[in-house]
């Protein structure tokens, strides 16, 4: 017997992978207009569980289909066969011989079925009988050997004599026939399905109503019924009632239903207006049909916001999700006017405010905007994803999904424009926005307001609860805004090491200490000890020099862990392997081409004093080549202090030449007579040179490396 139904269509989308072994998307909100306005689609499951709550279920269940369909039924025929003959109280020997010769007969069952469906694909004859030679084997229990019986008329391609005989089964009493009557009525239906399809449809019907009266139906064959049904449905262009019957069959749990009910979908949609005008006609098929419309690309939705309004359909059941479509389609007009017609819905959906929210902030009205996608946030539903789930699919699609982390993400972005810096972080945070969160931590709140924030909110015995992944895991990204909330232990770990890195390049090393991971708390500590004795007038220059030339080469091998910014410009998030915003599509520059989202005045001034110095890739690099030209400073001309020219000049030159063309200069004017003021000399630029003093830290810091070439495995 075979239940499974042959899904119509298989699409898969394809999805552009970035690079091999590159950064995920920019997983950020707060860019342009674009980014922001980004339509917010459903999931079709999720919106087909909103149209049928778990009670509404039907009262028998589908059984997931096996690759084995022969080798189930087989099992199920042994089973039922061995509960008899114990009834029986059949010896054990006998027992075992008619059980194996049940395994013989199935056997050549099989080869009976491949025959005529050899015989179906030829398209030939197809009419005529294919004897088998069958015949069932004795000692079987009644109903068995009648289903059987019926299963070698159907399979030797004798169709009236299949279904003449499983009638015959279901005539038997209750008590006589109760393992096998599901399978027989819908093999009936089977049998009818090219010849007779009305009939075809009433055994399918008799199937189901079988499993509701409590006949054995451990194959789902009454889940099963509803598919083929509903093909018998789409054949006959009957596209509401298809719809219907597949939506049955996924609320009885059959996996394969929503794939059918896909594939129908897009049937509909591309068979025109009279399609569309039948499902739109029938409130049950039309909210199935907007479930799919809601869950894919913007343009499928304007033929269908036409059909609604040719069918005339003017209640207020599902205008929210019809609002949802037409703002989808970028017809903001007919979006206004089902929003009119959902506030009729008590209360008011979630979605609904979230699209009303949208009109008003592209209309300006900020406030109104903002506690609207508040209350979407507060009421929609999780997507119920994990962290590696969320990573997966910001990497493979980027997609905006309909989820409150989506509408928070909203809402904060109008907070930023609003210039309540706090609020806006806390919310990117909560939302999992960290690209947009450390943006605001580190180049638009002050030190204070940011060490302020992150003490009342983020406490250190909370981040100590999380440990970091090792290994091949030890890099995860915090790349899921949108889509799911952080763990808090993970964000106050990693909001609290942002917020050492940014009081350690302002050079409060002492307070960053607190906010470190421990293994970095005794480098700093020490980098801090170097720089305050390189700078203690009292003590003889030559030894501040030395002093000095230790803190700049701690800050070139650890710079990104002690003193990098997680984005621009260092992108630590990325250990600094990537510039996220050069190497995608786009950076927050794009902002000042806004209309809505557009950086203020206030917002522009707090980045001028609080980014990084100086704003360039690997800005520590620089840091440290300061310190290291202080430090040459002190030292008399010679092998040490040609040493600390050399050394500081390659940190930089690779990047950036003309910045380390004064540590040529020095090195051939001064140290001219050296080793390497004369190997200068002969190559007219740096020679190679590393004479930082070899230092130990408890832990390896990150080290930078310049960005890959896309399609460059790390």
């Not at 302002?506 to 720089?531: N, Q, S, T």
């Not at 840091?623 to 020219?645: I, S, T, V, Y």
Request: contains cysteine.
């Amino acid at each position: 017997m075979k239940r499974t139904l042959p899904i119509a269509a298989g699409l898969l989308l394809a999805v552009p992978l970035l690079w091999a072994c590159g950064p995920y998307l920019p997983n950020w909100i707060l860019g342009s207009d674009e980014i922001l306005f980004e339509t917010f689609k459903g999931t079709f499951t999720d919106e087909l569980t909103r149209l049928q709550p778990s009670w509404s279920r039907p009262p028998f269940a589908a059984v997931p289909a096996q690759d084995d369909a022969a080798g189930e039924a087989l099992q199920a025929d042994k089973l039922d066969l061995e509960q008899y003959l114990e009834d029986q109280q059949v010896f054990t020997l006998d027992r075992v011989r008619i059980v194996n010769s049940l395994v013989e007969f199935r056997a050549g069952l099989a080869k009976a079925r491949a025959a005529r469906e050899e015989l179906l694909r030829s398209g030939e004859n197809r009419d005529r009988p294919l004897p088998s030679g069958l015949k069932v084997p004795e000692g079987l229990s009644p109903e068995l050997a009648d289903y059987l019986e019926g299963a070698i008329a159907y399979h030797e391609n004798r169709p009236k004599d299949a279904v003449r005989i499983w009638e015959k089964l279901l005539r038997r009493p209750r008590d006589q026939r109760q393992r096998r009557s599901t399978w027989a009525a819908f093999m009936i239906g089977r049998t009818f399905l090219e010849s007779d399809p009305d009939r075809a449809r009433q055994w399918f019907q008799r199937t189901r109503e079988l499993a509701m009266e409590a006949y054995d139906d451990r194959l789902g064959l009454a889940a099963s019924s509803l598919g083929w049904e509903a093909l018998l449905e789409l054949r006959r262009e009957r596209w509401a009632s298809a719809l219907e019957l597949y939506d049955q069959q996924a609320r009885a749990e059959d996996p394969r239903a929503v794939a059918s009910l896909r594939f129908t979908c897009a049937a509909i949609l591309k068979k025109g207006p009279g399609a569309l005008a039948d499902v739109a006609g029938d409130p049950e098929a039309r909210g199935i049909f907007t479930a799919w419309i809601v869950s894919r690309e913007t343009e499928d939705g304007a033929a269908w916001l036409q059909a609604l309004e040719a069918a005339d359909v003017r209640d207020a059941a599902g205008a929210d999700r019809f609002a949802w479509a037409a703002y989808l389609a970028g017809d903001f007009a007919r979006a206004a006017a089902w929003l009119e017609r959902a506030k009729e819905q008590k209360p008011p959906s979630p979605i609904a405010k979230w699209v009303r929210a949208r009109l008003l902030l592209r209309n300006g009205k900020l406030d109104e905007a903002r506690a609207l996608l508040a209350e979407a946030a507060h009421e929609l539903g999780n997507l119920d994803l994990d962290m590696e789930e969320a990573n997966e699919v910001v990497f493979q699609t980027g997609e905006v999904r309909a989820a409150p982390q989506r509408a928070a993400g909203e809402e904060a972005v109008i907070r930023v424009v609003q210039k309540d810096y706090a609020r806006a972080l806390d919310e990117f945070l909560r939302a999992g926005y960290w690209m947009d969160a450390a943006y605001l931590a580190e180049q638009v709140l002050t030190a204070g307001e940011l060490k302020a924030y992150v003490d009342a909110t983020w406490p250190a015995d909370l981040a100590e609860k999380y440990q970091p992944p090792q290994g091949e895991d030890a890099w995860e990204p915090l790349l899921v805004g949108g889509y799911v909330q952080p763990e808090p232990a993970r964000l106050a770990r990693e909001l609290r090491y942002l917020l050492g890195r940014r009081l350690a390049r302002e050079g409060r090393r002492r307070e960053a200490a607190a906010y470190l991971p421990a293994p970095l708390r005794p480098l700093v500590e020490r980098l801090d000890g170097h720089v305050e004795a390189g700078r203690d007038a009292k003590r003889p220059a030559a030894d501040r020099g030395r002093q000095l030339f230790r803190a700049a080469c701690i800050t070139r091998e650890a710079g990104m862990s002690l003193t990098g910014t997680e984005v621009e410009p260092d992108w630590t998030l990325m250990d600094g392997a990537y510039d996220v915003g050069a190497m995608t599509f786009g950076s927050r520059d794009d902002r000042q081409e806004n209309r809505v989202a557009r950086a203020t005045p206030d917002e522009t001034a707090r980045w001028e004093r609080n980014r990084a110095r100086p704003w360039k890739r690997f800005h520590y690099r620089y840091r440290a080549a300061d310190l290291a030209w202080e430090a040459a400073a002190l030292l008399p001309a010679g092998n040490e202090k040609a040493g600390m020219l050399a050394t500081a000049g390659n940190w930089i030159e690779a990047r950036d030449p003309q910045a380390a063309q004064r540590f040529f200069k020095e090195l051939v004017g001064c140290c001219g007579s050296t080793d390497l003021g004369r190997k200068a000399a002969e190559r007219r630029w740096l020679p190679e040179a590393n004479t930082c003093p070899t230092t130990k830290s408890p832990d390896e810091p990150k080290k930078d490396k310049e960005e890959r070439s896309p399609g460059t495995a790390p």
